[in-house]
Each structure stands twice: as C-alpha cells, then as structure tokens.
C-alpha cells in the first residue's frame, strides 16, 4: 500500500487563490521531505527540500515567498502556493524515505490547474 | 549543463522486444544511482545502485552500474504494453542533493 499520502490530487481554482497541498508519511517518520514539479513532458524538477522543525531548502530559482512550505510534524509537510496564477498550473509531487539515500517514496501527485 | 543524461528521450518497440535504456552522471559526491517508473501518477521505486558491476533483476528488468565510465542500463526483456512509462534515473550525490534525468518515455505496441 501507500506509504507517503499527497492531497488533494486535483485543484482547479482562479487566479488569485492559495492552494494547500499536504504530503503524509503514513508508516515513517520522515524528517526529511521533497517537494518537485513537474511540468507536461518534462522530468520532475526539485523545488524545496523540507526539514522537520526548520526552514524548507528552496532550489535556486524558487521564489519562497510563493511556495511556502511547512513541516510541522515528522509525517506531514505542506506546500502552500500563494496568490497562484495560471503559469503555476503544473503537476506537484512530493516525497519522503525512511533515510538518507534511501529510494524515494512519492505521493500521487497534485494535478494544479489555474484559471 | 544536466548533470544526469537519459537517452534516449523516446523508444517505440513491439511487444516482446528488449530494450536498453542509458543513464550517465557525474562523479561528484556520487553515493548511489536509482531508477524509477512513472505511469500516470508518481514514480515507483525499481532500482537502486551503489556498487559497479553488480546487477540488480526484478523479474524482466535488471540494471547495472559502471563506476568507471559514469553511467548505467536498465534493461527489459520481452518487453509488454504495461512496460510502457516514463524511466527516470536519479543520481544522489552525498546529503540530499538530488538530480533527476529528463527521463526516457518508453511506448510498447502490441
């Protein structure tokens, strides 16, 4: 079964709006959590990199202030896209592993559409 | 520059050919190298390799990895449509530094 839970899968809302996405570990803690996007016929670009109980590691290019990210507990970081506009329409996915260089368990993903 | 090379982009094979994807990386920090399969959702774990020449099999696919020469294969026999996805190869290099290829999309027709 599923072992990182992404929700919701699909956001459809108007330009403006903050969109919440949540990323579980369901059976791990995970101190560690990645955020990417992925664009269509593109490979998964790594945004931010999520620390339980600090700030997020955003990668060059990424503007925090847009995407905020929050990793309150060992099992559940959030991505929070500000004032989101149709350009941020893109497929996110998260994910988490028991350890460093561990594989990578991903979510389903969130299918972000902006009108 | 990519620090991680997939090809090719795009392979359209008939079920029950054999199919060898490519993946080179760069050497700095190098700790392992991992593949994935993306179908609709998000990607699934298949492989992950640290040690060069030891191939790793799972059931019709199997990987390997040269250290020597910065890359590694995955390949898979016998090939059917539900082989047909995204192959993503991942090279971790030493904290949390990850870098993704841009994939080899893989089409199998009956």
């Known amino acids: 079964g599923a072992v990182v839970s992404q929700h919701p899968s699909w956001v459809i809302c108007k330009s403006g709006t903050s969109v919440k996405i949540e990323c579980r570990s369901l059976d791990f803690q995970a101190t560690t959590m990645f955020w990417y996007r992925q664009f269509p016929k593109q490979s998964l670009m790594l945004m931010a990199t999520?620390?339980?109980?600090?700030?997020?590691?955003?990668e060059q290019g990424v503007e925090k202030d847009k995407f905020l990210i929050n990793h309150a507990s060992l099992t559940l970081s959030t991505l929070t896209v500000t004032s989101a506009h149709p350009e941020d329409s893109s497929f996110y996915i998260c994910?988490?592993?028991?350890?460093?260089?561990?594989?990578?368990?991903f979510g389903d993903g969130t299918r972000l559409s902006i009108l | 520059e990519d620090k991680v090379v997939q090809s090719p982009l795009s392979l359209v094979v008939h079920e029950g050919d054999t199919v060898t994807l490519n993946c080179s990386y760069e050497v700095t920090n190098f700790r392992s190298l991992l593949w994935y399969k993306q179908e609709k959702k998000a990607p699934t774990f298949l492989f992950m390799l640290?040690?060069?020449?030891i191939e790793k099999k799972s059931g019709r696919l199997s990987s390997i990895l040269d250290k020597k020469e910065l890359f590694s294969i995955l390949n898979i026999t016998a090939t059917q449509t539900g082989d047909s996805a995204v192959y993503l190869c991942d090279q971790w290099a030493g904290s949390y530094q990850l870098t993704f290829g841009k994939g080899t999309k893989l089409s199998v027709i009956p």
């Open positions: 994910s988490a592993h028991r350890g460093q260089g561990q594989p990578q368990h």
């Open positions: 640290t040690s060069s020449g």
């Open positions: 999520s620390n339980e109980g600090s700030k997020a590691t955003y």
